[in-house]
């Protein structure tokens, strides 16, 4: 899909991956309409042409907002990318409840009724793109945040179902795992610290702009699926073909930072 003169809205997009995904779009020629909920963090993003809308994402008013102010603004949506999430620190058998069904409001709900919100608009122009932003996490279950990869593995089929029910409408969607990518994401997450070699664990990390290249690239070709960096396929080829071996380094990891 050639992205010039497309238009796109991203969510999540006052700073890290989202922002730089605006700055991509709009190098590329893009309209945008960028969602967060720092509306200060927001004027700093985008050009003078730049749709803003400034919300909690897990509100149904805001999702509406969003969607019908970009097709009042521009005339349609045709890339939508879900990026806003959160992560959670925590193991499963004694996480909180309340954070994880806030993480899940806005892992997977959100980009789910945007999705519901912008696909009828696609479905009538006949074309169109939604793009998930996932994590390597949901594609190998990361012990130190397992309720966090649950999400994004729920994201990752919501995906690949929508993938299959809208191609005949010409809409296309796309599901993207980063790897570890230079963010505040650590800082922002709920829950308790990650473990101190997850913290400093950066030997493949990518920064938030060649995060956003890569999403890019994804739309121009129209892939089903991009992990960034790209050797985070070796990790998910060796969790499918040696299962045990992979969760048994995993798990030494979070018990006690053993190197990979």
Known sequence: MQIHGKVVLITGASEGIGAACARVFEARGAHLSIVARNAEKLTTVGGPNTLRIAGDLTSEEVQRMAVTRTVERFGGIDILVNNAGMGLYAPA???????????????LFAPLALAQLAAPHMRERKTGMIVNISSIGGKVTLPWMTLYSVSKFALGALTDGLRAELRADGIRVMTVCPGYVKTEFQAHALGAHPPEPIAKGKRFAITAEECAEAVAHGVERE???????RIGWVLVALSRLFPAMVESRLAAMNRSGAPV
């Open 223 to 229: 892939a089903r699926t991009v992990v960034v960096p």
């Open 93 to 107: 058998w004694k996480a909180s409840m309340a954070d994880t069904r806030r993480m899940f409001e806005l892992n």
